[in-house]
């Protein structure tokens, strides 16, 4: 059986983003700082809609850890 291609959206006050997006721009932010993603093990996103940002926590509880945030 072949697994289907997933997406998910959020839509709020006529704006849409998709959570492929929220992961390349949390990804893009560890390599601003110097990181390789090869050295990325977690990364977790909290998007609040009213606020139009996004903040994140990669690494969790490892010595790289790193959070965050960026606007929408």
Do not use: H
Request: a negative charge; aromatic letters at 12%; glycine letters at 4%.
């Amino acid at each position: 059986m072949a697994i289907p291609k997933e997406s998910m959206f959020v839509e709020f006050n006529g704006s849409q983003i998709n959570q492929k997006e929220l992961f390349t721009k949390a990804r893009q932010e560890w390599k601003d700082v110097g990181n390789k993603v090869k050295d990325l093990e977690t990364v977790d996103v909290y998007y609040k809609p009213e606020e139009q940002k996004c903040y994140y926590v990669m690494n969790r509880e490892l010595e790289n850890e790193l959070t965050g945030s960026f606007e929408l």
